[in-house]
């Protein structure tokens, strides 16, 4: 069984400075797929960032970037120029990979980000 | 509408109440989730239906009986409920299973709180 563990479950940061998230995994899959998903204050959770296993180069999307280390299975996210509606609950999650008929998606406990003005 | 809507919102119930909880989905996807949100735990994986079909059942109490009726709507059915049932409620949808892209698209969760 593989386990998402957050160990920072709550977070500040100033506005326009960054910050890092940290989230390590257990599994013994060689491929797989990790996530962060973003849940804002009562609205619905959205992904932020993906990660295949497989690929070396660590995935960026915007001011979002991750840093994946595959042999010590850490995948910590970094927020740039962090803004106020960054504010949210911050979810790792881990899907392995099976072509059709893998459905579970294990998730962290969370961690609670609030950017500060 | 575009994406998953979720009614209720909000739903209080006594622990003798059947009340369901109703998820419709607009991006024509084949899969479709109920997840369990309590506070400072994991996200939960109750049950998973691919094209109509249960798939994943995660050994949920039967107090909690899923429906799918069709790929675009998904039903929670709610009786004899517990007071630690209360908490956000998630139905979610994906292209596919999700070993496959990984990506969810989540409503905006009912809120039950069981009395």
């Known amino acids: 069984a593989q386990t998402v563990t957050q160990s920072q479950p709550e977070m500040s940061v100033q506005e326009a400075e960054t910050v890092t998230l940290s989230c390590t995994y257990d599994?013994?899959?060689?491929?797989?797929?990790l996530f962060w998903y973003k849940q804002p204050p009562s609205r619905q959770m959205i992904l932020v960032i993906r990660q295949e296993a497989y690929k070396q180069q660590n995935a960026t999307e915007n001011r979002f970037s991750v840093n994946f280390q595959k042999a010590a299975k850490s995948f910590s996210l970094k927020i740039s120029d962090s803004q106020l509606g960054d504010t949210a609950m911050y979810f790792c999650a881990f899907s392995p990979y099976s072509g059709a008929g893998s459905y579970q998606l294990t998730f962290g406990k969370g961690t609670k980000l609030s950017v500060i003005p | 509408e575009t994406g998953v809507t979720q009614t209720p919102r909000h739903l209080v119930m006594g622990m003798t109440n059947k009340k369901s909880l109703k998820c419709e989905q607009h991006l024509g996807h084949n899969a479709m989730y109920w997840y369990k949100q309590s506070a400072k735990k994991p996200l939960e994986l109750m049950f998973v239906?691919?094209?109509?079909?249960?798939?994943e059942n995660n050994s949920v109490p039967s107090r909690f009986s899923p429906e799918c009726p069709n790929s675009s709507h998904l039903f929670l059915h709610l009786h004899t409920l517990q007071p630690e049932d209360s908490a956000l409620y998630l139905c979610a949808s994906s292209q596919d299973s999700t070993g496959v892209t990984g990506e969810l698209f989540f409503g905006e969760g009912s809120r039950l709180t069981v009395l």
């Open positions: 599994t013994s899959e060689n491929n797989y797929y």
């Open positions: 239906y691919s094209l109509e079909e249960r798939v």
